[in-house]
């Protein structure tokens, strides 16, 4: 089993690049694939658990997050209910009985706790409800058409972040002290202080209006998600570079590496093998947070770019008072944010040994 | 990792940090002093110059509705700024408070309370802003529908921003704790709250100044993200992320009304990151 750890995480890495590159040139995922990365993944992970007696820990931390959400679905249902104003107040007042007709429709003239235990005990079914706007419609639906859209912006934007921090982050850091290094981080840090909403109008006339290179807006194809993508990654890959630069410093500085060195390493062997691995756990540790910058982010560029995807339901709903797709919208940024906080834990433990479970 | 004079004078040679101080002082000022800077009332319409771009009149060009931008730039300073600035201190004190009493109790309190926190830090924080400022906008305590809004932004960042700086006091406060000098006047008959105030607290300040430094920065972010979507404060305060709010929908033809409170939001935010790593660097002087 050993070996297979060793040698068996190409194979859900090839299969995830694979997915990255097939849906960048445009074309649906087929199910197949995306069920190969899937199982490969799954099968590594739970080799993994296994091997290392982890299971104990995965459990508790799966329970922890069940709780999570079903703390944050029981906070928004209460606090999205104590509005006042409801969802059907238009500016034309409608007759009462229709009024009451539409609320009954949707339950809500029984009492707040009843409310409350169908639309958990729909939770617990996967059943979110019905839109009040696109009536007729449920939730699930509407989300489930524009999630694959967010899940695709997203990785992409975390993979240009990643690929663009840390390879800037590990120069600065071997050019440590020179002009070079100035010129990085003070780049990096006009990243970080550079607002999407700057960010992305420039792109968009420079690299589409000028040179013609990019779509301005949607999201059908290569050309069309390249601008998204890279305003998106920015903001992270400047957090990530600069990360990056002071974790391989301190690794550079540490003990172990002093004696790797005096052993008679090559450099080379060192850099990557020592020092770079070891600072690549702190940086790995922010996923999380670069994960939650990313969702955050997106609103501004999902609005922009006029991207069909859960942002502008979630702005939309907001402004519509379509209170059931606000709750499944915001759920679902929850379960995104605690999936890959969990899967970042369990990634830093695989390079880190240090890391105890308890 | 304490504020000493050491620090000081660190700081002191930092050029890059004291030219960001400057910035920000000046931002500060133009904030106070924006009745007196800006050449225009912010809200006087010149229908005669629609739209207009750069001029000797009006330095910044003109809006849709024919206000002087230079003016509203000034004007938005004041808000942005201040809405940031109170917002952190807000959450300096909650996040003081909560992050003490978790880290001085221990034990259940303190897993209960980190526990609450997480909860809270699981749901994206733009997400929860809006639905914070979106409850705040909707429950009628305040008639004024304009000051409803700019309460409820001040409530809703506050509300987001106290969790970073909770965690942070209560992992320093649980650092100090152990240390021989808080546990001699704890064993010397202090009160709780008396070794909190003298010996704890001012021995967390750097790192604590460090992160309220940093907090501003991103609460001018997401005080201009809410104005950018539609959910932020409604005129006559037009913050920096109103007005390019405004100004993207026409950046083609007028990009003047975009770029120049993006810059704005910029060079503030960069002063002010800038500053928060000098003081890091002046603290921390090994990370360099």
């Given amino acids: ?358 | 990792m304490i504020f000493d004079q050491d620090s000081w004078k660190r700081l002191k040679k930092n050029k890059v940090a004291l030219g960001s101080a400057a910035v920000i002082l000046i931002l500060i000022l133009i904030a106070v002093l924006a009745p007196v800077l800006s050449p225009y009332p912010f809200d006087a319409q010149y229908l005669d110059q629609i739209l207009a771009s750069f001029s000797r009149r009006h330095l910044l060009g003109t809006d849709n509705l024919g206000r002087d931008m230079l003016s509203r730039l000034i004007y938005g300073a004041r808000i942005s700024m201040a809405v940031a600035v109170f917002t952190a201190v807000v959450a300096l004190v909650i996040g003081i408070f909560y992050g003490s009493l978790a880290g001085w109790m221990g034990g259940w309190v303190d897993s209960l309370m980190m526990r609450s926190i997480d909860i809270l830090d699981s749901i994206p924080a733009l997400v929860l802003l809006i639905l914070v400022k979106v409850f705040f906008d909707s429950i009628g305590v305040i008639g004024n529908p304009e000051l409803r809004s700019l309460v409820g932004m001040l409530l809703a960042l506050s509300f987001v921003s106290w969790v970073s700086m909770a965690r942070l006091v209560r992992a320093q406060v649980l650092q100090v704790k152990q240390m021989a000098y808080v546990e001699s006047s704890r064993a010397l008959g202090a009160s709780a709250a008396r070794s909190l105030a003298k010996h704890v607290l001012p021995n967390i300040a750097g790192p604590v100044m460090v992160l309220l430094t940093y907090m501003i920065p991103s609460n001018i972010l997401f005080e201009s993200f809410l104005s950018f979507l539609g959910l932020g404060l409604q005129p006559p305060y037009a913050s920096w992320g109103v007005l390019a709010n405004d100004g993207w929908r026409t950046m083609r033809t007028y990009p003047h009304l975009m770029i120049s409170p993006g810059v704005a939001i910029f060079l503030a935010m960069l002063s002010f990151n800038l500053l928060g790593d000098g003081l890091r660097d002046a603290i921390d002087p090994k990370m360099k």
């Fill in chain 1, 1 to 358: 089993m050993k070996s297979f750890l060793k040698r068996g995480a190409w194979l859900p890495v090839l299969l995830f690049w694979a997915c990255v590159v097939w849906t960048f040139l445009g074309y649906d995922l087929p199910p197949a694939l995306l069920g190969a990365f899937l199982v490969t993944a799954l099968l590594y992970f739970s080799f993994y658990v296994v091997e290392n007696s982890l299971g104990w820990f995965v459990l508790r931390r799966t329970l922890e997050a069940l709780f999570t959400i079903f703390v944050i679905a029981s906070l928004t249902f209460l606090l999205l209910r104590t509005i006042p104003g409801g969802p059907f107040d238009e500016e034309k007042a409608l007759p009462p009985e229709v009024k009451a007709n539409i609320e009954a429709k949707y339950g809500l003239d029984q009492p707040l706790l009843t409310q409350y235990v169908i639309y958990m005990g729909n939770l617990a079914h996967g059943d979110l409800g019905e839109s009040y706007k696109y009536v007729g419609r449920p939730i699930t639906e509407i989300i489930a058409d524009a999630f694959p859209t967010s899940i695709q912006l997203g990785v992409y934007a975390l993979l240009v972040a990643y690929l663009l921090g840390l390879p800037l982050g590990v120069i600065a850091a071997s050019r440590h002290g020179t002009w070079m290094d100035s010129a990085l981080m003070m780049a990096a840090i006009s990243g970080v202080s550079l607002p999407s909403f700057l960010v992305a109008p420039l792109f968009v006339i420079l690299f589409s209006f000028t040179l013609g290179w990019f779509e301005p807006a949607l999201w059908e194809g290569p050309s069309f998600y390249v601008l998204p993508m890279v305003v998106l990654g920015i903001r992270p890959a400047a957090g990530i570079a600069r990360l990056t630069r002071a974790s391989v410093l301190e690794v550079i500085r540490s003990d172990f590496i002093r004696t790797a060195k005096s052993k008679g390493l090559s450099e080379r062997v060192v850099l990557f093998k020592h020092v770079f691995r070891n600072s690549l756990i702190p940086v790995l540790s922010l996923a999380g947070p670069m994960v939650a910058g990313i969702l955050t982010g997106s609103f501004i560029i999902e609005l922009i770019f006029a991207i069909p995807g859960l942002a502008k339901h979630m702005i939309q709903s907001v402004t519509n008072r379509d209170y059931p797709l606000v709750l499944g919208a915001t759920l679902l940024f929850s379960v995104m944010l605690v999936v890959a906080n969990l899967i970042t834990d369990l990634l830093i433990a695989m390079i880190d040994p240090r890391v105890k479970f308890s």
